[in-house]
């Protein structure tokens, strides 16, 4: 797959082509993306999306926008799913003015030779929303593309897009969010050091540094999860809080490798979220604690969740 962020590295080519945000890539991207695809072969499949997430230039003074997926783990899935290139696009006031209009002539058609449009039920793009489905099909026959236009899409009883699966994360329902998702919700970074509690009570732990500022962290609380290092999966409990039985304040993700004793500070590292076991809650003392995490583990062992 090609990644381009430059539209001058663009070369224009008879395309099919889709447009979003994409955040999360779910089961419902994943059906507009397997739509693209199947159209017709001898076209090449472009995804364009944008970067920054839109919300945070339209709307600066709203409450932040919290993202499912990086750029770089979006990528990754894309490439996964045989998309052929994804153009992104920077969001930025002056793409924000651009009407939908001219958003397709100028991107769409000039840049890239569209020759074929996928858009999802609800989207819409360009200044004031202004181009949409129906945006599309008037300007389909003079400037000679043809559109399809994604249905909602449900999965469980729910209409999945990613306002709903970060109110699950939000909420620690990390199982409905993965349903949603059709994945594991992961989160990456590097392991720094923290304050070495975890080793001096026998339950060592790699401390997550998040990769991204506004990377959606689950609600607080003990996860069972899995621990990704250098593509090998490792079994985990994962604990993200303050630590309030150390009085802690602010916010960190620490993670005890079952089974596992090699030292791994400043190496990458991915976590996927399988299940949630527990609330944080403040212990009367470190042996309280202790015997609090020993039973974390038992209960994700017992209960399968650790399963590589």
């Not at 998309?83 to 890239?112: P, W, Y």
């Not at 304050?195 to 060592?204: A, H, M, Q, S, V």
């Not at 604990?239 to 993700?253: A, E, F, L």
Request: aromatic share 8%.
């Amino acid at each position: 797959m090609q990644l381009i962020k430059d539209i001058n590295k663009l070369m224009k080519l008879p395309s099919s082509v889709t447009i979003g945000t994409f955040d999360g890539v779910h089961v419902g991207h994943r059906k507009i993306i397997s739509q693209l695809k199947g159209y017709n072969k001898n076209l090449r499949n472009v995804v364009v999306t944008f970067e920054p997430h839109p919300q945070t230039v339209l709307h600066p003074t709203r409450p932040e926008i919290y993202i499912l997926t990086t750029l770089e783990e979006k990528a990754a899935i894309f490439e996964s799913l045989g998309v052929d290139v994804l153009f992104v696009v920077k969001f930025d006031e002056q793409m924000a003015s651009k009407t939908g209009e001219e958003f397709v002539k100028e991107i769409l058609i000039n840049a890239i030779g569209m020759k074929h449009c996928v858009i999802g039920h609800d989207h819409a793009f360009g200044k004031n929303r202004s181009g949409n489905y129906q945006t599309l099909m008037e300007l389909s026959k003079s400037l000679e593309f043809t559109v399809d236009r994604v249905e909602a899409f449900e999965q469980s009883d729910i209409i999945v897009n990613s306002t709903t699966i970060r109110k699950f994360l939000s909420g620690g329902d990390v199982n409905r969010a993965a349903d949603l998702l059709g994945k594991y919700y992961t989160m990456s970074g590097l392991v720094i050091r923290g304050d070495g509690r975890g080793r001096t009570i026998g339950i060592p732990t790699a401390n997550l540094q998040i990769d991204h500022p506004k990377k959606l962290i689950p609600r607080n609380g003990v996860y069972a999860t899995r621990l990704i290092l250098n593509e090998k999966k490792f079994p985990a409990v994962t604990n993200i809080g303050t630590r309030p039985t150390y009085n802690g304040q602010s916010v960190s993700i620490e993670t005890h490798i079952l089974n596992f004793d090699k030292d791994i500070y400043d190496r990458p590292i991915q976590l996927e979220f399988s299940n949630r076991i527990r609330d944080e809650k403040k212990f009367a003392s470190p042996d309280e604690l202790v015997a609090a995490i020993r039973l974390d583990i038992d209960v994700a062992i017992k209960q399968g969740l650790t399963n590589i």
